[in-house]
């Protein structure tokens, strides 16, 4: 088997984890997840949701999301931040692409590889990611 084979078949296997963490987000509007793997280990995961002691409610009244909701790669990357594990040269699997400010959090964090299961209408977070030398592979629902 080739490496490339090896490594699709690893990005479509930690993706399906991606979707399956998604689940836990309290967000109705839209569920997302992410996994920050290193060395075939998943080193810190994450999903949109509030920030911990607020309630489980990410939409207003509107149904609009509530500013200060948290995106899962932001979830993610502060995770890891609070543990011992590194994020440099790692790779984030995330089911939706990220906004521009997530990709300013994965470029400062290290992280060489972004998968993503999802094209946002917003793709600048995309752009920016690419500007920055990082791999970004758009990996669609099977």
Request: with cysteine.
């Amino acid at each position: 088997m080739i490496i490339n084979d090896k490594q699709n078949i690893l990005d479509k296997r930690y993706m399906r984890m991606a979707r399956i963490w998604s689940e836990n987000s309290y967000c109705e509007r839209r569920k997302v997840g992410a996994l920050l793997v290193k060395n075939k280990m998943i080193i810190s995961d994450g999903y949109n949701g509030t920030p911990s002691g607020f309630e489980n409610n990410c939409e207003d009244e509107n149904n609009m999301s509530k500013p200060y909701v948290l995106h899962a790669e932001a979830n993610a990357i502060t995770k890891v931040a609070r543990s011992h594990n590194s994020s440099d040269d790692a790779t984030m699997y995330v089911t939706a692409s990220p906004c521009i400010e997530c990709a300013k959090l994965i470029i400062q964090s290290g992280i060489k590889r972004v998968v993503y299961g999802e094209k946002y209408r917003i793709m600048d977070g995309i752009e920016l990611l690419e500007k920055a030398g990082i791999e970004v592979i758009y990996l669609e629902n099977e």
